[in-house]
């Protein structure tokens, strides 16, 4: 895919489908060039970097199993070769499988772990090196961080520690201008928060917020370019919970 090295860069995680596609769609008409990273499916990544090429965008393709340090380094390296550098790291990447603790198994648990917790620490560790100057880093958290839903025990552990991650690694970067920071969003219509829930179960959920509805992709995306972008440059070591009033 074609590119402009004078754009400013952003890696964004999972960004083939979902919250994710949307994130790189929306950077990708903010003026960034898009890395969409994948972890397997290659087909939906390139017809998204298509799509935003299309749209007079700039975007590239790029396989990475987060959960895989060295995976995690050619992903930068790959960026860094092809554009100079990167300014913005979106942590979107993630998995969701619910189950009681006590019914949670040893797999459900290492892979929520490797993924989640373990993927977004590769990531920051590289761009606590990596990332230039005055750049900008989204995690992404939970608002069940504070809901406490049942079920959702190992999937809020790994977004908490998530969250402890952020405050620190805001402070630890200190004196080189970058933000770290992360979104929690509410019950949001993609297909992983759909997915094994009855219409009841969903229509329960979208009037637990006040505004009485899902969030969409799109509702994310614009809280990820904000915090990419000008105007949240002062926002730092933040935890935004985009829910619609959740919590």
Same mark, same amino acid.
């Given at each position: 895919?074609? $590119?402009?090295?004078?754009?400013?860069?952003?890696?964004?995680?999972?960004?083939?489908?979902?919250? !994710?596609?949307?994130?790189? %769609?929306?950077?990708?008409?903010?003026?960034?060039?898009? +890395?969409? @990273?994948?972890? !397997? /499916?290659?087909?939906?990544?390139? $017809?998204?970097?298509?799509?935003? %090429?299309? $749209?007079?965008?700039?975007?590239?393709?790029?396989?990475?199993? +987060?959960?895989?340090?060295?995976?995690?380094?050619?992903?930068?390296?790959?960026?860094?070769?092809?554009?100079?550098?990167?300014?913005?790291?979106?942590? @979107? $990447?993630?998995?969701?499988?619910?189950?009681?603790?006590? %019914? =949670? /198994? /040893?797999?459900?648990?290492?892979?929520?772990?490797?993924?989640?917790?373990?993927?977004?620490? @590769?990531?920051?560790?590289?761009?606590?090196?990596?990332?230039? @100057? !005055?750049?900008?880093? +989204?995690?992404?958290?939970? =608002?069940?961080?504070?809901?406490?839903?049942?079920?959702?025990?190992?999937?809020?552990?790994?977004?908490?520690?998530?969250?402890?991650?952020?405050?620190?690694?805001?402070?630890?970067?200190?004196?080189?201008?970058?933000?770290?920071?992360?979104?929690?969003?509410?019950?949001?219509?993609? /297909?992983?928060?759909?997915? !094994?829930?009855?219409?009841?179960?969903?229509?329960?959920?979208?009037?637990?917020?006040?505004?009485?509805?899902?969030?969409?992709?799109?509702?994310?995306?614009?809280?990820?370019?904000?915090?990419?972008?000008?105007?949240?440059?002062?926002?730092?070591?933040?935890?935004?919970?985009?829910?619609?009033?959740?919590?």
């Amino acid at each position: 895919m074609s $590119a402009q090295a004078s754009n400013p860069v952003a890696i964004v995680t999972g960004a083939s489908r979902g919250i !994710g596609a949307a994130i790189a %769609e929306r950077l990708a008409r903010d003026g960034f060039t898009v +890395v969409i @990273n994948y972890a !397997g /499916d290659a087909a939906p990544a390139e $017809a998204l970097a298509r799509q935003i %090429e299309n $749209a007079g965008g700039h975007a590239l393709t790029a396989q990475a199993d +987060v959960a895989d340090p060295i995976a995690v380094r050619r992903l930068f390296d790959a960026a860094e070769t092809a554009f100079g550098g990167v300014d913005v790291l979106v942590n @979107n $990447a993630g998995v969701m499988q619910l189950a009681p603790i006590a %019914e =949670s /198994d /040893d797999a459900l648990f290492d892979r929520t772990i490797a993924i989640n917790l373990k993927g977004t620490f @590769n990531t920051l560790r590289e761009a606590g090196k990596r990332l230039r @100057n !005055g750049g900008r880093i +989204v995690n992404f958290s939970t =608002s069940v961080v504070g809901l406490n839903f049942p079920t959702y025990g190992v999937y809020v552990a790994t977004k908490a520690a998530v969250e402890s991650m952020t405050h620190i690694l805001s402070k630890e970067l200190r004196g080189r201008s970058i933000t770290v920071n992360a979104v929690a969003p509410g019950p949001t219509g993609t /297909d992983l928060f759909l997915k !094994g829930k009855t219409p009841e179960q969903v229509e329960q959920l979208a009037k637990l917020a006040p505004l009485e509805r899902l969030g969409t992709p799109d509702d994310i995306a614009s809280v990820v370019s904000f915090l990419a972008g000008p105007d949240g440059r002062w926002v730092n070591g933040q935890v935004l919970r985009a829910n619609g009033g959740v919590i």
